[in-house]
């Protein structure tokens, strides 16, 4: 028996481009991305096998041309993240951080120069923020821009920087005169060197690294003009954290569909099947109420933002909720597929720990109940 997670029958409000964007991306994870994530979780590799793919879908290309509207890319990410959180971070740090920080903050030939490649897929971008000593307070990041004759010579370190090896660009933040300054950054520039990060147990098909920048030479129109402040790499932040709110969603409905499908089939005591347990049904009755809440979530976050409204504190709010009760149902799912959920044969056990992961990058739980709460009380808590 097919069942849906539509429970308050939301698909009925998608429009046609909605319907369209979720069957194209489904279509693609099925078919050319899940089939090939067992291998590369196992051997800890990105699969950049899947990249034409993603290219031809178009989702990267439209958001360059602002052509997408805020739900359907919530629902391109929900169904990228079905295949895996490290799928959907992937689009995210090109799209909603390094194609977004250009779109934002860059002057029109650094759209024109950057923008096309990106939505293509034919550079890859990625986003240095986070440094060993500084990571939920980027504020204090020690990486510096000196002006030079010519432009700025970039000196400093980051860490835990997705798609950091095989980026042609990366967007750097770094103190100028202590303010912090956005710049694009060639890798191929001599003094910059991406170390890849291995022996991860979570995001094991992720491209993570860590970046050293030695006097790194850039021309004066590397510098990203508009972003000459910690808000402005803030304001990226927000665009990736309204995507994840989305994308976890995805995850957790891998899960829970891979899960309920094996528990209708096995069998167990008087030869039923499990699903016909109350305690299991009442597990499978949380989790679809909880994925159905995150949608809701999810889609609300969606319309504001399609209104302009969307405020950094309901950003929170999704990001810190989603990603807790995805972690949530991905762990109760490993239990109820017994021994079964520890093998690379069932996906839940990869979604599970790299939930972890999105659990604490793009800000930390802590973090995001610290924005909420500042909002809630006014007294700023973070120190
Ligand atoms: C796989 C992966 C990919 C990533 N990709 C990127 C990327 O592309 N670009 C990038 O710039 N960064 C990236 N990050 C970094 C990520 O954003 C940081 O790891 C995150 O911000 C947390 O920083 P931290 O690891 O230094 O933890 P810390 O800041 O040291 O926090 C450790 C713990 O202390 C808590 N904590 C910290 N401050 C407070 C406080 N004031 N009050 C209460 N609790 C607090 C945190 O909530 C957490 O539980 C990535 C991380 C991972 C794991």
Same mark, same amino acid.
């Given at each position: 028996m097919?069942?849906t997670?539509?429970l308050l029958?939301l698909?009925?409000?998608?429009?046609? $481009?909605h +319907?369209?964007?979720v069957?194209?991306?489904?279509r693609?994870v099925d078919t050319?991305?899940?089939?090939?994530?067992?291998?590369?979780?196992?051997?800890?590799t990105?699969p950049?096998d899947?990249?034409?793919?993603l290219?031809? !879908?178009?989702l @990267?290309e439209?958001?360059?041309t602002?052509?997408?509207?805020?739900?359907?890319y919530g629902?391109?990410?929900?169904?990228?993240e079905r295949a895996g959180?490290?799928?959907r971070?992937?689009?995210? &740090?090109?799209?909603?951080? *390094?194609?977004?920080?250009?779109? %934002?903050?860059?002057?029109?030939?650094?759209? +024109?120069?950057?923008?096309p490649?990106?939505?293509?897929l $034919?550079?890859?971008?990625?986003?240095?923020?986070?440094?060993p000593?500084?990571?939920?307070?980027p504020a204090?990041?020690?990486? +510096?821009?000196?002006?030079?004759?010519?432009? #700025?010579?970039?000196?400093g370190?980051k860490c835990?920087?997705?798609?950091?090896?095989?980026?042609?660009v990366? &967007?750097?933040w770094?103190k100028?005169d202590g303010?912090v300054?956005?710049? @694009?950054?060639p890798?191929?520039?001599?003094g910059?060197?991406?170390?890849?990060?291995r022996?991860k147990?979570s995001?094991?098909?992720?491209?993570?690294a860590?970046l050293?920048?030695?006097?790194? $030479?850039?021309p004066?129109?590397?510098?990203?003009?508009?972003?000459?402040?910690?808000?402005?790499a803030?304001k990226?932040?927000?665009?990736a954290?309204?995507?994840i709110a989305?994308?976890v969603v995805?995850?957790? %409905?891998?899960?829970?569909?891979?899960?309920?499908? #094996? !528990? *209708?089939?096995?069998?167990?005591f008087n030869?039923?099947?499990?699903?016909s347990?109350?305690?299991?049904?009442?597990k499978l009755?949380?989790?679809?109420t909880e994925?159905t809440?995150?949608?809701?979530?999810?889609?609300?976050l969606?319309?504001l933002?399609?209104?302009?409204?969307?405020?950094?504190?309901? *950003?929170s709010?999704?990001?810190?909720?989603?990603?807790r009760?995805?972690?949530?149902?991905?762990?109760?799912?490993?239990?109820?597929?017994?021994?079964a959920?520890?093998?690379?044969?069932?996906? *839940?056990?990869?979604?599970?720990?790299?939930l $972890?992961t999105?659990?604490? #990058?793009?800000?930390?739980e802590?973090i995001?109940?610290l924005?909420?709460?500042?909002h809630?009380?006014g007294?700023?808590a973070? &120190?």
């Amino acid at each position: 028996m097919e069942t849906t997670l539509d429970l308050l029958d939301l698909e009925a409000d998608w429009t046609g $481009e909605h +319907k369209e964007i979720v069957s194209s991306v489904r279509r693609y994870v099925d078919t050319e991305v899940l089939p090939r994530m067992k291998e590369h979780q196992r051997a800890g590799t990105f699969p950049k096998d899947v990249l034409p793919g993603l290219a031809k !879908l178009g989702l @990267l290309e439209a958001l360059a041309t602002n052509s997408l509207d805020p739900v359907a890319y919530g629902l391109a990410m929900r169904e990228l993240e079905r295949a895996g959180s490290t799928i959907r971070s992937f689009a995210s &740090v090109q799209g909603s951080l *390094v194609m977004s920080a250009i779109e %934002m903050l860059g002057t029109d030939s650094q759209k +024109k120069e950057w923008l096309p490649s990106l939505g293509r897929l $034919e550079a890859i971008g990625c986003f240095g923020l986070t440094e060993p000593d500084f990571g939920s307070n980027p504020a204090g990041m020690r990486t +510096k821009a000196e002006k030079t004759a010519k432009g #700025y010579k970039l000196s400093g370190q980051k860490c835990w920087i997705t798609n950091g090896m095989a980026a042609k660009v990366a &967007v750097i933040w770094a103190k100028l005169d202590g303010t912090v300054n956005g710049f @694009l950054v060639p890798t191929a520039t001599p003094g910059f060197e991406a170390r890849e990060i291995r022996d991860k147990w979570s995001f094991r098909t992720s491209d993570t690294a860590e970046l050293f920048l030695q006097d790194v $030479e850039v021309p004066e129109s590397a510098r990203l003009p508009k972003a000459q402040s910690l808000g402005s790499a803030l304001k990226c932040l927000n665009q990736a954290r309204y995507g994840i709110a989305w994308g976890v969603v995805g995850a957790a %409905m891998a899960c829970f569909e891979e899960t309920r499908r #094996y !528990l *209708v089939e096995r069998p167990q005591f008087n030869g039923r099947p499990l699903a016909s347990h109350q305690l299991i049904q009442s597990k499978l009755a949380w989790m679809a109420t909880e994925i159905t809440t995150m949608q809701l979530l999810a889609k609300r976050l969606g319309e504001l933002k399609s209104e302009d409204r969307l405020q950094p504190q309901q *950003v929170s709010l999704g990001k810190m909720n989603n990603c807790r009760k995805a972690l949530e149902v991905a762990r109760t799912c490993r239990d109820l597929l017994g021994a079964a959920g520890i093998h690379h044969e069932h996906h *839940v056990g990869r979604h599970l720990t790299d939930l $972890e992961t999105v659990l604490t #990058y793009e800000g930390t739980e802590h973090i995001h109940s610290l924005i909420l709460g500042e909002h809630l009380t006014g007294i700023p808590a973070y &120190v």
